[in-house]
């Protein structure tokens, strides 16, 4: 049996991907575990961030951390609030230096649609991978958060910036015209951005899940709810398990939430 307070899962880009699940005794390799019965039971939660046994608000933090981390700040989800680049602060100016000064993509990905997003250089292509994404690509490299949240607004009017999670479990994706795509995104791109543009190589990138066996429909696993789950696992795609008899469970957004695994 294996106890872990749970975190999103480290990946290894091969193909197919690699996952491994944070364990109170080190990494657990979920590829080995594809095909066997897995238990899962729910036993409390501990905020990431304080280590305090205390109910998970969002994020794997307690309230009161996630008002005053600078680790959740609206500069997260909304890059165009970065305000480093100004030399103010949001939360801690030192943290949001190190992490809002360095260069950062905005890039196209197809999960269930194609969408627009944005992340840190160096975590492509973990991003793509944690989104689900069977493709992806980059348009623009920019040297702070603030310029590539200015660029992911822009986009937004033609891209979307949502996955539909239901569509990406399901493998049930769009068809791309990458071309197409790509051309309608430098058409949108603002004037004084239009000097980052990737121009050198415009190559599609492909990333191959772990997954025996797709669900036609899914269901959600909700550990407050159902604090104690057995099934089989069949794929490992984004940050979610897929069982057997269709339900999902996102490793993710149950950040904090302490389980014991047992596998049969």
């Not at 998970?56 to 307690?62: A, D, K, L, S, V």
């Not at 009017?157 to 479990?169: A, E, G, H, I, V």
């Amino acid at each position: 049996m294996f106890q872990a307070t749970l975190k999103k899962m480290r990946t290894e880009n091969l193909q197919p991907i690699n996952y491994f699940l944070d364990v109170e005794s080190g990494f657990l390799h979920l590829n080995q575990l594809l095909g066997k019965t897995i238990r899962l039971e729910h036993s409390g939660s501990q905020c990431l961030n304080c280590g305090l046994s205390k109910l998970i608000f969002r994020q794997g933090h307690c309230q009161s951390c996630f008002f005053d981390s600078p680790a959740t700040g609206d500069w997260i989800m909304r890059p165009e609030l970065s305000k480093a680049h100004l030399g103010e602060e949001d939360r801690d100016l030192e943290y949001e230096s190190k992490m809002q000064l360095q260069p950062h993509t905005v890039y196209l990905a197809l999960s269930s649609h194609l969408k627009v997003g944005v992340t840190r250089k160096n975590q492509l292509p973990t991003r793509w991978i944690d989104q689900g994404a069977h493709q992806a690509t980059v348009i623009l490299e920019v040297p702070n958060r603030y310029l590539a949240g200015v660029g992911e607004v822009a986009l937004k009017n033609f891209f979307s910036d949502k996955t539909n999670w239901r569509k990406m479990l399901q493998n049930d994706a769009e068809a791309v015209d990458w071309e197409k795509a790509r051309n309608l995104a430098l058409d949108g791109i603002p004037n004084d951005l239009k000097p980052y543009i990737i121009r050198e190589t415009t190559d599609i990138q492909n990333m191959i899940f772990p997954v025996l066996q797709y669900p036609e429909k899914v269901k959600s696993l909700n550990l407050s709810k159902t604090p104690l789950y057995e099934g089989k696992l069949m794929g490992i795609k984004g940050q979610y398990l897929i069982f057997e008899d269709a339900t999902v469970f996102n490793v993710r957004s149950n950040e904090g939430q302490c389980v014991s695994l047992s596998i049969n």
